[in-house]
T-cell receptor
Framework: EAGVAQSPRYKIIEKRQSVAFWCNPI?????LYWYQQILGQGPKLLIQ????????DSQLPKDRFSAERLKGVDSTLKIQPAKLEDSAVYLC????????????FGQGTRLTVV | AQTVTQSQPEMSVQEAETVTLSCTYD???????LFWYKQPPSRQMILVIR????KQQNATENRFSVNFQKAAKSFSLKISDSQLGDAAMYFC??????????WGAGTKLIIKP
């Protein structure tokens, strides 16, 4: 079974530039999460999709961050314009339907804003 | 607020010894799921063990076991016969009814050879 794919693995941009991350979840997984993980901290939920609908985006800085999940499959997360404090690892995870299922993670994208 | 608390930023253990990582959480639900994940330097999160709150029996996966105290809202991870490959960040997570996963801040586990 293929895992959660994320790209790119690394990205360096200057502040005020824009950047986009892509996630391809495991086939058939209904729930998709985007997390921001700052070094030394736990993952912070940015947005949670259930199929192609948003369940929770309360911690997404909507003035600069946006995310979409087309046709309930792939997802993109965009930052425009980026700030220095956006430097972090962005993790994508997916889960199949049902409560007793684990989340599967991609390898993440390390973003450095200079 | 929905919180998961890991009070140990860092733990170290001698190889082959046993170590326990602590986790507490808040909830008003009676049925829920708890997870321990491992994040090695490669940063990909890997599931270590899961516990269903309605099950009284503590989950066990080889050298990994949990001590689940539902009344105390405590969910600690015990690693027996620690190995060098166990060195990683360990995160405790709770799954809420809307399938939201809430994470603790993590515990860095150091294995001393």
């Amino acid at each position: 079974e293929a895992g959660v794919a994320q790209s790119p693995r690394y990205k360096i941009i200057e502040k005020r530039q824009s950047v986009a991350f892509w996630c391809n979840p495991i086939s058939g997984h209904a729930t998709l999460y985007w997390y921001q993980q700052i070094l030394g901290q736990g993952p912070k939920l940015l947005i949670q999709f259930q199929n192609n609908g948003v369940v929770d985006d309360s911690q997404l800085p909507k003035d600069r961050f946006s995310a979409e999940r087309l046709k309930g499959v792939d997802s993109t997360l965009k930052i425009q314009p980026a700030k220095l404090e956006d430097s972090a690892v962005y993790l994508c995870a997916s889960r199949p339907q049902g409560p007793n299922t684990e989340a599967f993670f991609g390898q993440g994208t390390r973003l450095t804003v200079v | 607020a929905q919180t998961v608390t890991q009070s140990q930023p860092e733990m170290s253990v001698q190889e082959a010894e046993t170590v326990t990582l602590s986790c507490t959480y808040d909830t008003s639900e009676s049925d829920y799921y708890l997870f321990w994940y491992k994040q090695p330097p490669s940063r990909q999160m890997i599931l270590v063990i899961r516990q269903e709150a309605y099950k009284q029996q503590n989950a066990t996966e080889n050298r990994f076991s949990v001590n689940f105290q539902k009344a105390a809202k405590s969910f600690s991870l015990k690693i027996s016969d620690s190995q060098l490959g166990d060195a990683a960040m360990y995160f405790c997570a709770r799954l809420y009814s809307n399938y939201q996963l809430i994470w603790g801040a993590g515990t860095k586990l150091i294995i001393k050879p």
